[in-house]
């Protein structure tokens, strides 16, 4: 009697853990996903990667909803803390909104560090128009890393998933998680014609959304080639190996400068010239000792030629005397 074929629980280091997606009007036959999971243990170390775990062949619409729901609620293990998507595919990024003038301020009171033109350059990457579309998908055997508040809910998740993977072995994958069930719809944007509609709409956002992030780019854009062309001049003004400076021409430093900078380069400017004005000063000092001593000189030979007048008119006597 030959024996029944059992279901694999576990391959190459990964749990399996088959999940059944719902049916649709298009395909109402029930269909078996399988899920793979194992601790995260990634070539770069990650202080995170204790109490994280990695998930290989998510479904194509899986958000952090389903996965803080699966793990939480449908395996009652352990909390999450936060859910790293792979590329995603026809979807949303998620955006990092551009740092507000407040925080700009705060982050300037803690470092003072002048920033350079490359680092302010790196600020434009932050400026993004609003995604066009509300939910993300994701390719075809994409990955995932969720992490848990600690490793106890970690090791509780991996525990329940085993569990669940032995029980629908078990039963035939009739006791199969069924995915995304008891999520509330408002929890999760929808698919199918809805999620298009969606999208035309968000093709034209707010004008006041996309003035301010034009804005902010421009701004930041401005800042970064005044820094570059004020890095520029700072850099004629250093002298070479030689000990000279080389003159070219550019952009005046005082049109793009700000006071504090152009103080700064006077300051510099100031002290590099400090020997010229001592050599100065000791030129001035030498020809006002020759010019002292050319009127001694003088007033020598005036004196000379008084007296000699003078000795001269005692000798003479006047007529009539």
């Keep these: 009697m030959p024996k ?3 279901s694999v629980t576990e391959i190459s280091g990964y749990t399996v ?18 899920l793979y999971v194992r601790p995260h243990e990634p ?3 990650d202080p995170d990667a204790a109490r994280s775990l990695f998930l290989v062949n998510i479904p ?19 909390r999450v803390e936060r859910v790293q ?5 026809g979807g949303s990024k998620t955006r990092q909104q551009p740092p507000t003038d407040q925080e700009d301020r705060q982050k300037n009171r803690k470092k003072r560090k002048r920033q350079t033109a490359d680092e302010l350059e790196g600020k434009l990457d932050k400026f993004e128009f609003p995604s066009t579309w509300d939910r993300e998908l994701h390719a075809s055997g994409s990955h995932a890393v969720v992490t ?10 991996l525990k ?6 032995k029980r629908s072995s078990s039963s035939n994958n009739k006791n199969n998680i069924v995915w995304g069930e008891g999520i509330e719809e408002h929890r999760i944007s929808a698919l199918g014609p809805a999620r298009y509609k969606k999208h035309i709409k968000l093709g034209f956002p707010p004008a006041d ?11 930041t854009f401005t800042q970064v080639e005044e820094t570059r062309a004020l890095e520029a001049a700072r850099k004629q003004q250093e002298p070479d190996e030689d000990g000279f400076v080389t003159v070219t021409r550019g952009p005046k430093l005082t049109d793009i400068a700000r006071d504090e900078e152009v103080r700064e380069l006077v300051e510099k400017q100031k002290k590099r010239e400090e020997g010229l004005g001592d050599f100065y000063r000791f030129q001035m000092r030498e020809k006002r000792k020759e010019r002292q001593n050319e009127l001694l000189k003088k007033f020598d030979e005036d004196k000379r030629k008084i007296a000699e007048l003078k000795r001269r008119k005692g000798g003479i006597v006047p007529e009539g005397v």
């Design 4 to 6: 029944k074929e059992k």
């Design 17 to 34: 853990l088959p999940i059944q997606l719902p049916t649709v009007p298009a395909l109402p036959e029930p269909v078996t996903h399988y």
């Design 43 to 45: 070539r770069i170390p």
């Design 60 to 78: 194509i619409d899986t958000t952090e909803t389903h996965l803080r729901h699966l793990f939480t609620s449908q395996l009652s293990a352990g």
């Design 85 to 89: 998507f792979e590329g995603v595919f």
């Design 148 to 157: 848990f508040v600690d490793k106890p809910a970690m090791e509780a998740s």
């Design 160 to 165: 329940a998933a085993r569990k669940a993977g």
């Design 209 to 219: 959304e996309l003035l301010s992030i034009v804005n902010g780019y421009m701004a």
